[in-house]
């Protein structure tokens, strides 16, 4: 899982570092490596491509989609740390999402993390200025569409292989962000190729190592190291691109963190 962490935090700074790029355009090169990859190893090991439920593998595929692009929009344009932050608090609306999705049960005590959380978001938007209320609404709409992809997963584990489902995230994800890119392209220049080419690879080397971790361990020992990925962040933005904090906007980083953290290890 510290693996894990690291090429995801290694992703997130490639990712910052083409700023300059589209979203979107980002979003197709990952995209695009994502489904060759996907589709070599399904054909390697004999899996039928294409799935049994598509209405909820295209579901799956557009909610991806959304909290991709909102994902990258993120990092690209405010703070490593506050954008790593914001992205994590997915699991509190895959949580919410499954009372109606997946008919999941809520112990009252995750309500105070809920509410715990939400203080955390209130901090660390009023004490950073670098951070405008549109960012944290495209933030906090991918961390919503990111919740809603996991209960489809969710309602999907019996029926589809985990690569059939892998697959259709940039399927669907490619036609919507290609149109998008051939209208409004931008040609990366000199180091850019290479960067987007890593974002591709440490996505992937990164979920092999996380996949591994939940498959071995209790899943509630090992994902609370997931969040780890907020000092990473705290530490390459430092050093990468001089970015600091003020101790109230850290403040609000350490109780989004702390919120999420008993969120998990209270399922």
């Not at 490596?33 to 799935?51: C, T």
């Amino acid at each position: 899982m510290l693996l894990a962490g690291l090429f995801f935090a290694l992703m997130n700074v490639c990712v910052k570092y083409v700023a300059h790029l589209p979203t979107v355009e980002v979003v197709f090169f990952r995209s695009v490596f994502s489904l060759v990859a996907s589709y070599i190893i399904l054909k390697r090991d004999r899996i039928p491509v294409f799935g049994n439920n598509k209405r909820l593998l295209i579901l799956r595929g557009i909610a991806g989609c959304i909290g991709l692009v909102g994902s990258f929009y993120t990092l690209q344009h405010i703070p490593l740390a506050s954008a790593v932050t914001i992205n994590y608090l997915s699991p509190f609306f895959t949580a919410l999402l499954g009372i109606f999705i997946v008919k999941q049960t809520i112990k009252p005590i995750r309500y105070l993390y809920f509410a715990l959380a939400i203080a955390g978001v209130i901090m660390l938007k009023g004490f950073d200025p670098r951070i405008s209320t549109l960012d944290l609404i495209i933030g906090l709409t991918a961390a919503l569409f990111a919740g809603l992809a996991y209960n489809i997963i969710a309602k999907l584990k019996t029926s589809e292989h985990p690569l059939v489902i892998i697959f259709y995230f940039p399927l669907i994800t490619l036609p919507f962000v290609g149109a998008y890119s051939i209208m409004h392209w931008t040609t990366p220049q000199g180091w850019d190729w290479l960067l987007l080419l890593l974002i591709g690879i440490f996505t992937q080397i990164a979920q092999y190592y996380m996949t591994l971790s939940y498959q071995r361990a209790n899943l509630a020992k090992v994902a609370s190291l997931n969040y780890l990925g907020v000092i990473y962040a705290l530490v390459f933005g430092y050093f990468l691109f001089q970015e600091t904090f003020s101790e109230y906007a850290l403040l609000g980083i350490f109780m989004i963190l702390l919120a999420v953290i008993l969120n998990i290890r209270n399922k």
